[in-house]
């Protein structure tokens, strides 16, 4: 869904690696092979993070070598020496996502039998989301 049928009365636009609302910058876009490039920079005004499609569906393309490191190096590059960010990484529930290299840098795991699971003193949450709604609908589409 294009967000911007959930803002009608903003003007959003995304340009040169940067996101726009009434042409004030509320983001920025970013590879992660690109994050040694963040190196020199300041992001003092940066308080929510986001990865999203974090996970990659298997066969489809490859993690980074040493990834969990580059993700590391990155928010720190980011965050310096600060606690008031945030941070999330969304992605769909991929075969073998216990694998990918945020699980297995963090030490993560899905909460199979709850929503929610808590790691690394509380500043984690892995949350595993059953969309039923969603489900549904997707059952009344082409693709199913």
Do not use: W
């Amino acid at each position: 869904m294009d967000i911007r049928s959930k803002f009608p009365d903003h003007k959003l636009l995304s340009a040169n690696k940067k996101f726009y609302c009434d042409k004030e910058i509320f983001g920025y876009a970013k590879r992660l092979t690109e994050a040694q490039d963040l190196k020199s920079a300041s992001f003092d005004d940066v308080t929510t993070i986001i990865f999203d499609e974090y996970a990659i569906e298997k066969n489809k393309r490859y993690y980074l070598p040493n990834e969990g490191m580059i993700i590391a190096g990155l928010l720190d590059s980011v965050i310096r020496n600060r606690n008031n960010v945030k941070i999330f990484f969304i992605m769909n529930a991929v075969q073998d996502i216990e694998f990918c290299p945020l699980f297995t840098f963090f030490g993560l795991t899905l909460p199979y039998n709850n929503d929610i699971k808590l790691f690394k003193d509380n500043l984690i949450l892995v949350q595993y989301m059953r969309n039923m709604k969603f489900r549904e609908e997707r059952k009344q589409t082409l693709i199913r």
